[in-house]
């Protein structure tokens, strides 16, 4: 009987795939889409109800007898309807509600099941077979999983607790099931397993029933009944938890070879302990500080293997298989030997040392055969600034030792003696500045003084938070002995190579650069293209009274956003449009983060809790804002046709000559639109050198000559680019005039297009820039595309990383400021916003500068940016790496559990928002 159930469902849901297909996609029958797919939803759950009651109802059973026929007749009866619908939209057109053409009394009939399975449900019926079968368990499991998968996907729950409790509930379910399916690789037997299964079953029937109570619309049980169901679905009875380590031990025993096939069981086993083993580490607030940090080390090395298992899966042979095997039993023997009771109570003590130590042994046998294979270039620490971080880090010693500072913790190490050195070796690097670049063993000397240094700082930031991984590879007795080594070895080269050790130390550039003043250059400036706005602009205020789309489009760097923001302030545009608002979108972004973008514009008062709603009632909010008006949107830096596809809808034909403008470098985004897209032109030759002059001497009719002699030169090597022509300027403000022509001829001989015309540009610029100033530009790196920094946010952060110290006349935010000034003048920031008093309120980079600022930012291990929840997921990270930056939802920032112990500063944007 329930097999004939489940036949009919799947059927039904069929029919309902194909209705969802015909059903249209605009905002007038977005409802009737959430009942598509929620009455989906509650199909698929009551499939795994029925899967239940044929694995495990009693046939003896007359009332669980009863119930299946008047299931099977409702499901029949629901089949019929919605087939008889599905024909109808066919041959029609999609024009009525599903919901309409469900009969009355196939409605109530629906409400009358409800009850019975409620009662079945109390009655406890589907746990009478006390044999529970591993086959039919993992049946039933797999289609629960996937119902409850489908219910985070369709966004009907009400709130991020909701969503919160019903991810949990898929993770512990998920553990279960892969842990059951880890230890039968090995031939366990379902007798062997069974407080487990029956465990386990007990499980899935609880959930199943709920859950399908939720489904016939009793919403007001289903935060209740998760949060009760949770605690009871990680084994932590004696029986069942015993069950599952003797499990792990016969695993671990076995002769058994695993085979290719199980590695799929490897990735779900390591993802499924890594959740538990962070539910621990959470948990385990008064777990003791030795016993923590082991536990650590085991989430440090399953992370590690699980990168290994998805980066690198041909190195693999049976070796390799049962060496994995191995370790995981290691790990869940360990986990196992504790248990959450103890943990909640603080009085566990400690884990299985046998099995913690032979994973430790394992794990760095499967690094070191990986390592073998694919070789890992070395992991350097940060070279950026090297000299500003060493005098920081002396400043925080000597902060950290002064007698008012009462610090307990430092008090028996030889801090005294690494600051004595370190200040030795400080002023060796200063006389080595320049000749380094000349000398391998310069360098190489100049390189471990560094390497130590951070060292040194790593342990005192561990010893100050109590809290060092692994001693036996570095401690303050092994540091003090490598820089008494470096201090032999400096004075030896100086023997040696007969350095003059009165050589004027080469010139720093000092923290203090004297303040340009306080309001910036205008950044945008707009010069020529007037022919180009002015298209752009009949396009706007002429022509069809449709709802039209005008695509400005062009290389990077052409200045698209500059003559958008130009059309966009004209007189004649402002007093057309009734509503107007921007909207930056860049490669990565967030649809919700857009439409508030696009609400914040078009509404004086943002409606209340605007920021909880769902992405599709922001859109409906939108499209309600721009009904009857006569708008234009503005659509900035759009990377893909998706980007526009989600916001589309929001955006109604009024018939009045509403416009939306998308700048783009793509050509394939904006194809196939209205009059097609606008291809924005180069400047032309004396548009080119009219911008140069007015970057580098604004408020003057006639450049110098010195300029002059080149303007042939840089007119034909900057190719009409605009962010070329800014950077070039930048440059030469703050070089000498009399080395203009070296600097131009030496650029101008490394551009072959117009791609490295400006990569050469920004290279070249960030090369002249002084040691403290490369860090804080590359900072801006740290952040999504197209971010607007706030000025005083911006400081904040820069004195938090130890970029700016004070002086003595000024303080650290005041050169902080200088600095901002300083890269603002040098054309690599932009000024968006300034304060009414003078200043900078806000500012950003251009996206080319961005991608540099990132990709330089990797190659000297400045930091890492990484994007969306697959980077975070695979993330392996460096054993130096000094800052971490994150782009992605924070719900996958979360769900990664990412482990990083040994960074300093981590940085995570939501899109355009930045939380640090």
């Known amino acids: 009987m329930a097999s004939s159930c489940l036949t009919c469902i799947s059927a039904i849901l069929d029919d309902m795939q194909l209705l969802e297909d015909l059903c249209p996609k605009t905002p007038l029958w977005e409802d009737e889409l959430i009942y598509l797919r929620t009455s989906k939803m509650f199909l698929g759950i009551l499939s795994t109800f029925l899967l239940c009651v044929r694995k495990w ?232 500080i030795s016993l923590k940090d082991r536990l650590k080390m085991v989430y440090d090395g399953l992370r590690s293997l699980r990168i290994i298992l998805k980066g690198n899966p041909d190195v693999f042979d049976e070796k390799m298989r049962d060496l994995t095997g191995l370790l995981l039993c290691d790990a869940g023997v360990v986990i196992f030997s504790l248990s959450l009771n103890e943990i909640k109570d603080g009085s566990v003590k400690e884990i299985d040392l046998e099995s913690f130590h032979d994973f430790l042994k394992r794990i760095k046998l499967i690094k070191a055969i990986v390592a073998e294979k694919y070789p890992e270039t070395s992991s350097k620490f940060p070279r950026t600034n090297e000299l500003g971080f060493i005098d920081f880090l002396l400043k925080y010693i000597g902060d950290l030792t002064n007698p008012d500072a009462h610090s307990v913790a430092l008090s028996n190490y030889p801090i005294h003696a690494i600051h004595e050195e370190l200040v030795y070796l400080r002023s060796f690097l200063g006389r080595i500045v320049e000749l380094r670049n000349e000398d391998q063993e310069l360098q190489a000397l100049w390189d471990r003084v560094v390497e130590v240094a951070y060292k040194v700082e790593f342990l005192i930031d561990s010893l100050l938070v109590g809290d060092i991984l692994d001693s036996s590879s570095i401690s303050f007795d092994s540091v003090e002995e490598e820089i008494k080594n470096i201090k032999a070895a400096a004075l030896n080269i100086f023997d040696k190579k007969t350095l003059d050790l009165n050589v004027k130390e080469a010139t720093k550039r000092p923290n203090n650069m004297p303040s340009r003043g306080s309001m910036p250059i205008i950044n945008d400036m707009i010069v020529g293209l007037e022919d180009e706005a002015t298209s752009i602009i009949n396009r706007l205020t002429r022509g069809s009274s449709l709802l039209q789309i005008v695509p400005i489009v062009g290389m990077p760097g052409l200045g698209k956003t500059t003559l958008a923001k130009k059309v966009y302030n004209n007189p004649l545009v402002t007093s057309h449009f009734y509503t107007c608002a921007w909207c930056t979108v860049s490669q990565v972004y967030h649809r919700k983060n857009l439409l508030l973008e696009i609400l914040t514009c078009i509404h004086s008062k943002l409606p209340e809790k605007i920021s909880e709603m769902c992405e599709e009632d922001l859109a409906a909010e939108v499209r309600r804002g721009l009904l009857r008006t006569r708008y234009l949107i503005v659509l900035d830096d759009i990377w893909d046709a998706e980007a526009w596809k989600g916001l589309e809808a929001s955006f109604p034909d009024n018939q009045n000559s509403s416009r939306v403008i998308l700048t783009s470098r793509k050509y394939d985004v904006a194809a196939s639109r209205d009059e097609g897209p606008h291809f924005l032109r180069p400047l032309t030759p004396k548009e080119s050198w009219d911008l140069l002059n007015m970057k580098l001497f604004p408020g003057k009719d006639l450049p110098p000559p010195e300029l002059c002699k080149l303007q042939m030169k840089i007119v034909e090597m900057c190719q009409g680019l605009p962010l070329t022509i800014v950077i070039l300027a930048g440059i030469l403000a703050n070089e000498d005039q009399h080395g203009w022509k070296e600097l131009v001829d030496g650029l101008s001989s490394r551009i072959v297009s117009n791609t490295e015309q400006c990569s050469a540009a920004i290279e070249l610029s960030y090369k002249n820039l002084p040691d403290n100033l490369k860090q804080c530009f590359l900072y801006f790196g740290a952040f999504p595309e197209d971010h607007e920094h706030t000025a005083e946010k911006l400081i904040w952060l820069w004195g938090a990383e130890g970029f700016t110290q004070k002086t003595q006349f000024k303080s650290a935010e005041d050169v902080a400021n200088d600095f901002l000034m300083d890269l603002i003048h040098r054309s690599l920031v932009i000024v968006s916003k300034q304060r009414s008093i003078g200043g900078v309120k806000a500012c950003r980079v251009h996206d080319l500068l961005h991608e540099f600022c990132v990709t330089k930012g990797k190659e000297e291990n400045f930091m890492r940016l990484v994007r969306g929840y697959d980077e975070i997921y695979t993330l392996r990270v460096p054993r130096n790496l000094r800052r971490l930056c994150i782009n992605s939802k924070p719900e996958h920032l979360c769900k990664s559990r990412l482990f990083a112990p040994t960074i300093h500063s981590l940085i995570h944007s939501d899109g355009g928002k930045r939380q640090s």
């Open 57 to 288: 109802g009693d046939d003896d059973d007359a009332n669980l007898g009863g119930l299946a026929v008047r299931m099977k007749d409702y499901i029949s009866k629901l089949g019929q309807a919605i087939h008889k619908f599905y024909l109808t939209s066919v041959e029609d057109g999609y024009s009525m509600d599903l919901e309409t053409c469900i009969p009355d009394d196939l409605v109530e009939e629906g409400a009358s099941l409800k009850q019975e399975i409620k009662d079945l449900y109390s009655s406890s019926r589907l746990s009478s077979k006390s044999l529970v079968k591993k086959d039919d368990l993992m049946d039933v499991m797999d289609s629960l999983l996937e119902s409850l998968r489908y219910v985070c996907l369709i966004d009907v729950l009400e709130d991020d607790e909701d969503q919160e409790l019903w991810e949990d509930l898929q993770e512990k379910l998920t553990f279960l099931k892969n842990f059951i399916c880890f230890v039968t690789l090995h031939g366990i037997d379902d007798g062997q397993l069974g407080p487990l299964l029956t465990h386990t079953k007990s499980v899935a029937v609880n959930t199943a029933s709920n859950y399908l109570l939720w489904g016939f619309r009793s919403f007001w049980l289903e935060k209740y009944l998760v949060r009760d169901l949770l605690p009871k679905i990680i084994p932590v009875e004696p029986e069942v938890h015993r069950t599952c380590f003797q499990a792990l031990i016969a695993s671990k025993i076995s002769r058994q070879p695993y085979e290719k096939k199980d590695e799929h069981i490897f990735r779900v086993f390591i993802d499924t302990l890594l959740i538990y083993l962070w539910e621990i580490l959470k948990t385990g607030a008064c777990v003791m």
